[in-house]
């Protein structure tokens, strides 16, 4: 590496720590995937660099083995190196402005499987009928039954669940109206064991004397109602208790009511539509879901299918 080029390089490190504020740790990041870059430049003048220099790095780079998501991280590091060269005045351009970073691909989400789930309600369900409970600790396993039953029921986002009105324990009907992200309101299913788990909580509830407010799942602080990061902590003891998992988290039981619905036969636009996905290609992260099944069509229907 030249001078010139170590020169820029701190140039930019300092520039990071006095104007972002980056952590030690991340300017040592950056600092890796730029000494990485200008040892493959070879020497090269960072005022001579073109577009084709820095997808040849790129090329070398996957050649190495590393994931997508490692390549874009480090080019991400070289566009902002190039962007510092320019806006100083070291660069005429900023060659790295027109490439195109590597393709990541959509992670799909973690699903559990149904055994799982009914293991999970009957766990909670169960904790509410335990011998000797106080009536404190009564009252969070109610809590945690009618969270999990609704939550499976509905595919809410976790940020629905724990803001439903107290109404919700009290509908006759079989559906629930939410109100999602944009303020638009949706369609819930609520089936019968969420309803039943739901008056059995407001129950227990309503005899504690804390039913007077306007949540369903109240609580202290300043949204009056549960936060999400306390359903988080509460499911992952439930999951060790049911022996899942303890990384099992609100949103993949919101993954496996879309997954359960479509694994049975529902149609991608209705999983849309109780999702409240504004956009069907947010749910189309579920097509592998959907391929399998068709698949399996194929082969159980089609004349000229396998023989079994």
Known sequence: MSRIAQARRNGFLDMLAAERGAARNTLDAYQ???????????????DSVAADDIRAWLADISARGLKA?????????????????YTEGFSPGDPAAAIEGPRLGRPLPKVIS???????????????????????????ALRMRCLI????????????LIALPLSAATTRERF??????????????????????????????RDSGAADGRWLFPAEGESGHLTRQAF?????????????????????????????LLQNGADLRVVQELLGHADIATTQIYTHILDDRLKSMVRDLHPLGDEP
């Not at 509905?154 to 940020?159: A, I, K, P, Q, Y």
Request: glycine share 6%; charged share 30%.
């Open 69 to 85: 998501s490692s390549a874009a991280r480090r080019l991400s590091a070289v566009r902002q190196f190039h962007r510092f060269l």
């Open 32 to 46: 890796r995937d730029i000494d990485d870059y200008l040892e493959f430049l070879g020497g090269r003048a960072l």
């Open 149 to 160: 039953e609704m939550l499976y029921a509905t595919g809410l986002r976790v940020s629905e």
């Open 114 to 140: 149904v055994a799982d789930v009914d293991r999970l309600i009957e766990t909670a369900r169960s904790a509410c009928e335990r011998e000797g409970l106080t009536p404190a600790a009564r009252l969070r």
């Open 176 to 205: 629930l109206v939410v109100r999602g992200k944009g303020d638009k309101d949706r369609l819930v299913p609520l089936n019968e064991p969420a309803r039943e788990a739901a008056r059995a909580w407001l129950r227990a509830l």
């Open 232 to 260: 988080g902590r509460d499911l992952k003891v439930l999951a060790g208790a049911a022996g899942l998992p303890a990384s099992l988290s609100p949103h993949v039981l919101r993954h496996a009511f879309a997954s359960h």
